[in-house]
């Protein structure tokens, strides 16, 4: 659906709604007078609500969402109330598919193989729990070490309860090349092998997964690929045609800054008769006898935090976060304290990167760096790493990659 058409359907579902979608028109309209890059993400930085002293360097955790999205959610929030049952079974609910529709658009997918959910997690359910017809007690789950809880609770659970095996790769760190990965994956699949399931983008050190290699070699042995793709899309580029997964779900309250509890599911239109999620039973219309009433106002925001996105352009989001992050890694590289998780390489990079720290504990440099500096990270959530991750996105800037180098120099040099 071309971003035309998503305003102009969402404007008939809003009726007398004024100006729902007009600081994202306003928006717009703003960034076409930017004098240069420069200019041009300052403005970007003045549509977040953010407090003006705080780095927020964990998009990883949550985005923010701009405020010409909230200012459209709130309008709709004090229309819908106007007429309650009229407006979210009426008019404005039936808009929920356009947001369908732009998600499609972004994924590289077709409408009906996308759902509008909450998040990354009950996706990730979703699929896990239609699996558990087709896999006999032994089958295997091919996945890694650095999967997320979201992720790989869902997996576990058919182990516990419907007698799967879970077969857990070690991913090296740093990974020495794309070949590594691929390599461990061929060497790790055996006749046994049902599902691989891979997030794309690693939550641990920010790599980017090389998915489509991958799934080169799952598709011709008929194995699922399911793809945790909740640090991606708004992020990086997503083509989920290109990659060939099977399924992906992802999380849009986190890079695509659209409002909390907003996430996506794709699952390939070959494998929908094998995936059948119980949410899905009456197709994948947002409101259905399987999924009862949505938050529709929510389901709207998150289509104009897609169209915010589209505004940017994805090509361009991508590589502002990368370009940042490579920032970060060349800046913080330089402390002989912290020693580099993440690979290096173009191929493997994304906006994430993580360190270890060679000196005290990742827990306390993180309460420190907020509580005296402001600045926002990530601990590592493997402790064995002891380490940070960071996170830049299109709020972010250079200055607070220096304020964020300086902050750790300090304190470490205070603890020394
Ligand atoms: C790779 C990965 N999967 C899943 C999740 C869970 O996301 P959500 O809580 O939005 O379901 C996260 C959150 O950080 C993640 O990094």
Redesign the pocket.
Known sequence: MQRRNFLSSLAIGMGAAPGFAAGLQDFAESLKTAANETDYWKRVRQEFLLNPGLAHLNT??LGATPRCVLDGIAGMLYQLEGDPVSNVFGPMGYRMDAVRAKAAELLGAATDEVAVIE????GMNYVAQSLIRSLKPGDEILTTNH??P??AVCWEYLAKYHGAKIVTLTIPVPVRDKAQIVELVQSHISPRTRVCSF?HVD?ITGMRMPIAEISAITRPKDIILVC?G??APGMIKVDVKSLGVDTYAS?S??WMLAPKGS?LLYIRKDMQDTIRPLPLHSGYQAYTGATGTRNVCNVLGHGLAMEFHSTIGSQRVENRCRELSKIMRETLSKNPRLELLTPAQDDLATGMVSFKLKKGTAGDLYTRLLKDFEIMIKVVAKSEYNGIRLSTHIYNNEAEIERLAWAIEKIQSNSA
Do not use: F
Request: glycine share 22%; no cysteine; proline share 0%.
């Open positions: 990883g955790s998040n990354t997690t009950s999967e997320h979201g992720g997030s939550t945790d909740a640090q999380s309250h986190k996430g």
